[in-house]
């Protein structure tokens, strides 16, 4: 399990940092509208990390068929459960500066366990035997 934690948050690392930087040089680089370039940065940052989850943190050989509407499917669950976790927790903590960047890191945390259980559980499960 260490071993696939330590996987998870690398990979959570580079994709987060590759897509960073595609927003960074769209929107800053080159001018592209923000909400297009953090599009952008998204939908490369998610199709790495659906290939880092698919081939490096699971090593798992389910089809694309197969894991591709689950994994958007399961990175859509944790998001919304990330964006349900930061209103309550705005709600909780109180909208100040500091009670906003504390919700925040509540939510992202909310993703991080909800998309690793998912894809451990469901979208990358190993073939049982029958």
């Known amino acids: 399990m260490l071993k ?11 994709n987060t940092a590759i897509g960073y930087a595609v927003i960074a040089g769209l929107d800053i680089g080159l001018g592209v509208d923000s909400h297009l ?41 944790a998001f919304l459960i990330n964006q349900m976790v930061l209103s309550i927790s705005l709600q909780v903590i109180g909208d100040a500066t500091l009670g906003r960047a504390v919700a925040q890191l ?3 945390a909310s993703y991080s366990v909800t998309l690793l259980v998912l894809l451990r559980l469901w979208v990358f499960d190993r073939e049982r035997p029958p």
């Not at 696939?4 to 959570?12: I, K, P, S, T, V």
């Not at 659906?50 to 089809?63: G, I, K, M, P």
């Open 106 to 108: 509540v939510a992202v």
């Open 37 to 77: 370039a953090n599009l952008a940065g998204y939908g490369v940052g998610g199709a790495i990390s659906y290939f880092l989850q698919r081939s490096f943190v699971f090593e798992s050989s389910a089809s694309h068929r197969r894991s591709v509407p689950r994994y958007l499917l399961a990175a859509l669950t």
């Open 4 to 14: 696939l934690l330590l996987r998870y948050g690398m990979a959570g690392l580079l």
